[in-house]
């Protein structure tokens, strides 16, 4: 069922890894070598399952320095303390000296003080990717966590089951170190496959053919000096000399975070092999395009790869990716935008900005592909003041962009006065040479991923639903298949075998554990008694028919506003609003139904205007179609300006189907009583929690600011987690992060003190929207900020703070009937696959989904001095993904995150402005 949903680091040492690397006055120097407990596994395989052949892996930790030799694991895993560090993981030795790492406070000053440091900006490419590197091996866990030899890192409470990962062990016999190298070009070349085969031309006697080179950065076993190369490159008719530099930068060992990408790239350099082409991060097979019939769309296959040091040692995670391609130019998707806008009748200057507006909504940030050389961009911007015709200078002179496509891909351009895309180079095209901007021609481009459109069209996305959304037995035969692929090219193999690898066999099964369904109610005053909803479905929306509310609140006085042309479904809508509220226990008072000729923006605002009125408190409004404009001068209105009112809007396609109307009665009813202060179902949580705080937090993209970003902030304001105080803030850089979370925070917890008349003696933060190049600036900028909140107050208030991830490749599978089956809701996994070494966290699956392969979510405790421990966490959040009043089943993050969603991307995507504070304690945003 759905619900209607209203718009709405000079030098740098790493401690607490296997390797450390000492980053060396800006030239990138590294040294160093691990020694230490070892890694690998030994265990009996199970009987095939849906030919798939599941092998077993040890949920402890222990690491070889060999790598491949099995090795008697303990049942709980190591405490990363820092003290503990040097001693287990090995001493780190430089060149030529031999001096040590000193165990102790310095070690623990230096795990301290990792997550500070900045690598220097040396030459080459020394200044963006170790960093890069080094976010990934920022060590999270909890002070708490890391000095109680006693803490455990993961839970017990559920019932054990085991599940299948997508992710499989690899192994390495290299016995001898890594080269790590940097390539210079001067004057830079800009093509990568160029300065390839250059480097593969000019090295592969010295360096071996089977070296791996990113474009900048490049690993071989073989040693040699640094030198300078001249070498000539010849494009089109003119030919340039090239000085190409290589300079030894450091070595790089087995079970280094190093090592880990050199995996990476060699994956990636084997998928390139397999004709696999890179888009963002996944790599698809562009020879074999899945056709969409009926449809000007086809899509791609392929896969998306990740090797990671995990518990169970370095394992290579793989799931199956899709990517959409549209057959038509995007030159023919403006022209349809065009006439589309041409049909509303504006005036030219207000069509000229809706254009602009609309064309950049569809564009900036879309990905899209060029026709003339299947080359994958990501656009930044839109031109509207340039044309094909419009000049530009190349190698010394100025030529169009019509002679230049003639002259270069032979392609001529027919439109030459259409407008101009825009691509900025990223961080990895900039350290690999590409300084400028990119302009290219809409009609020799192909829009790529899903539009607005697309999502709307629900026709179409069955359609999409039948090839993409594969269950678990194809997703893991679609792994296996490409398993074999790498294993019958005797090219990947020998290069594999040289760097002592050898192709994954089996994936991993784990030990999991699922936690106890989750009782609801709805009325607990009520004689109706609180009861469990199919925990396989995870969906409890046929329960509301005439059930009572837990607390409604009266609708008083409000305002209905539809067109003439909406009259009669506005008013039949009305009538069932009424018949299925009453029973719901919401009372109807005075009705001003305000119906329009003409429901424009400016009319609907000004009927507002004129009928509010200081009882009024909800406004809805049937809107004639999906017009955002007239949905921001709306919501404008009622969030942002004087007299600000809670609004549901609803469009006139909804309601003008009979079939099904009362459902969405029901629905629309239950998210009014939500709005305006209301309560729907409840959870019961333990009597500890009931003076504690859970927050959210996320962040979106501010459409209107290109550098500036929302944040979404709310916290409870009661013990069953079911009223939150809602803020926003915008952030453009980290102090601003800190400033507007410490005002946000501030404001909840008086908010909180106002309402229970004291404050929560613990606060459990829930931050979303963070990928692990983020987690420093959790730790020292947004924790920080909290604590510093909490130090004014001078009250004891315990904080902790988790990172919640769902965009993972991770995925699990369990045996039913043998069949690969979605893992039920509830579905815990706390080891093997999670990296506890570095992180306390835990991979959590609330949700059901009925078609494809459910995603589960990952959560990171970075910051944590409350009573709470594995179990207890993993059981709140399970609960908390109950609460989110805008769909009567699980969801797949804690409600506290979805509402800061909510709230950031209404203000991120129409409002633009900070909503005003008397709206701040009714979630108005859902």
Same mark, same amino acid.
């Given at each position: 069922m759905m619900f209607i949903i209203d718009h709405c680091a000079n030098h740098f040492i790493f401690v607490n890894l296997r390797f450390t690397i000492i980053m060396e006055g800006g030239r990138g120097r590294s040294a160093g070598r691990g020694r230490g407990r070892g890694r690998g596994y030994s265990a009996p395989k199970p009987p095939a399952e849906e030919t798939t052949r599941i092998s077993s892996a040890p949920t402890g930790r222990g690491f070889s320095g060999r790598g491949a030799r099995p090795v008697r694991r303990s049942p709980s895993p190591p405490r990363p303390t820092a003290a503990g560090d040097e001693a287990r993981y090995g001493r780190s030795r430089q060149r030529g000296g031999g001096v040590a790492a000193e165990p102790g406070a310095a070690a623990a000053q230096l795990v301290e003080d990792m997550s500070q440091v900045k690598i220097s900006q040396g030459r080459g490419r020394t200044d963006a990717r170790p960093s890069r590197v080094a976010d990934m091996f920022v060590n999270t866990i909890p002070e708490n966590a890391r000095s109680d030899p006693k803490y455990s890192f993961t839970g017990t409470f559920g019932e054990p089951i085991n599940v299948v990962s997508n992710s499989a062990m690899m192994q390495s016999n290299l016995q001898i170190p890594v080269y790590q190298y940097m390539v210079e070009f001067n004057p830079p070349l800009d093509i990568k496959k160029v300065r390839r085969g250059i480097v593969y031309d000019k090295f592969k006697d010295e360096l071996g053919s089977h070296f791996i080179f990113d474009g900048t950065t490049l690993f071989s076993p073989n040693r040699i000096d640094d030198k300078t190369v001249m070498v000539d490159h010849t494009y089109q008719d003119s030919t340039t000399k090239h000085s190409v530099f290589i300079k030894m930068t450091g070595k790089v060992f087995l079970n280094s975070l190093e090592f880990n990408r050199v995996l990476n790239l060699l994956i990636n350099k084997s998928l390139r092999k397999l004709d696999y082409v890179e888009i963002g991060r996944s790599h698809y097979d562009m020879k074999q395009p899945i056709k969409l019939q009926n449809h000007p769309l086809q899509f791609l296959k392929g896969y998306s790869t990740s090797a990671i040091d995990c518990d169970a040692g370095v394992c290579l995670t793989t799931d199956v990716s899709f990517r959409l391609v549209h057959t038509s130019n995007i030159l023919n998707k403006i022209f349809d935008l065009k006439n589309n806008l041409s049909r509303r009748r504006l005036n030219p200057n207000d069509l000229r900005t809706e254009y602009r507006k609309e064309v950049a909504d569809m564009l900036v940030g879309a990905i899209i592909s060029t026709s003339y050389n299947d080359k994958h961009y990501k656009i930044s911007s839109i031109s509207f003041d340039e044309s094909p015709k419009s000049t530009f200078e190349a190698r010394?002179?100025?030529?169009?962009?019509?002679?230049?496509?003639?002259?270069?891909?032979?392609?001529?351009?027919?439109?030459?006065?259409?407008?101009?895309?825009?691509?900025?180079?990223?961080?990895?095209?900039?350290r690999s040479g590409l300084r400028s901007s990119i302009k290219l021609v809409p009609e020799l481009c192909l829009l790529t991923g899903m539009t607005d459109a697309i999502r709307r069209d629900m026709g179409l996305m069955r359609d999409l639903d039948q090839y993409t959304k594969e269950g678990p037995g194809p997703r893991v035969r679609g792994i296996q298949d490409l398993f074999r692929k790498l294993k019958s090219n005797p090219e990947i193999v020998k290069e594999w075998n040289y760097w002592g690898l050898q192709v994954p066999n089996d994936l991993l099964n784990i030990k999991a554990r699922r936690l106890p369904a989750v009782t609801v109610s709805f009325n607990p005053d009520a004689k109706s008694a609180p009861f469990q909803y199919n925990r396989d479905k995870c969906d409890w929306g046929a329960m509301f028919r005439g059930q009572p509310l837990k607390e409604t609140v009266a609708l008083n006085d409000f305002l209905y506003i539809y067109s003439s042309r909406d009259a009669q479904n506005a008013n039949e809508f009305y009538k069932h609003l009424v018949n299925v509220g009453r029973p719901l226990g919401i009372q109807f008072g005075?009705?001003?139904?305000?119906?329009? @000729?003409?429901?424009?923006? #400016?009319?609907? !605002? &000004?009927?507002?205007?004129?009928?509010?009125?200081?009882?009024?408190?909800?406004? +809805?409004?049937?809107?004639?179609?999906?017009?955002?404009?007239?949905?921001?001068?709306?919501?404008?209105?009622?969030?942002?300006?004087?007299?600000?009112?809670?609004?549901?809007?609803?469009?006139?396609?909804?309601?003008?189907?009979?079939?099904?109307? @009362?459902?969405?009665?029901? #629905?629309?009813? !239950? &998210?009014?009583?939500?709005?305006?202060?209301?309560?729907?179902?409840?959870?019961? +949580?333990?009597?500890?929690?009931?003076?504690?705080?859970?927050?959210?937090?996320?962040?979106?993209?501010?459409?209107s600011s290109p550098k500036r970003s929302v944040c979404g902030f709310v916290a409870s304001l009661n013990y069953t987690f079911s009223r939150y105080h809602s803020r926003v803030c915008f952030q453009t850089h980290g102090q601003e992060i800190a400033d507007g979370l410490y005002t946000c925070f501030d404001r909840a917890l008086e908010e909180y003190a106002k309402v229970n008349r004291e404050y929560p003696e613990s606060v459990v933060v829930f931050r979303d929207g963070v990928g692990d190049g983020m987690l420093n600036l959790v730790k020292t900028v947004e924790v920080a900020a909290l604590n510093r909140v909490i130090e004014e107050k001078a009250r004891k208030i315990e904080l902790a703070v988790v990172v919640v991830n769902k965009r993972i490749n991770q995925r699990f599978f369990i045996s039913e009937n043998n069949r690969l089956e979605n893992p039920k809701p509830g579905t815990v996994v706390d080891n093997t696959v999670t990296r506890q070494m570095l992180r306390l966290g835990f991979f959590l699956v609330p949700q059901c989904t009925r078609q494809g392969t459910v995603t589960p979510t990952y959560y990171n405790i970075v910051h944590n001095t409350t009573f709470l421990d594995p179990d207890k966490f993993q059981s709140l959040a399970f609960k908390l993904c109950h609460l989110y009043y805008n769909w009567p089943g699980t969801i797949r993050v804690p409600a506290p995150c979805q509402y800061a969603h909510k709230i950031a991307f209404l203000v991120g995507q129409y409002l633009h402005a900070i909503p005003r504070d008397e709206l701040a304690n009714n979630l108005y945003y859902l």
């Open positions: 010394g002179k100025e030529i169009s962009y019509i002679q230049y496509y003639k002259q270069h891909y032979n392609v001529d351009i027919k439109d030459h006065d259409q407008i101009l895309l825009v691509h900025e180079p990223n961080a990895r095209e900039r005075n009705c001003q139904k305000l119906e329009l @000729q003409q429901a424009y923006a #400016k009319n609907i !605002l &000004q009927e507002i205007n004129n009928n509010i009125t200081p009882r009024t408190n909800m406004v +809805f409004v049937i809107l004639p179609d999906q017009n955002s404009a007239r949905y921001v001068a709306i919501k404008n209105r009622l969030c942002v300006e004087n007299r600000p009112i809670p609004s549901q809007c609803v469009t006139s396609r909804v309601i003008s189907r009979p079939k099904g109307i @009362q459902s969405v009665a029901t #629905k629309v009813m !239950l &998210q009014v009583n939500v709005k305006l202060g209301g309560d729907i179902w409840y959870i019961d +949580f333990p009597k500890r929690t009931q003076k504690m705080m859970v927050c959210g937090i996320d962040s979106y993209h501010d459409t």
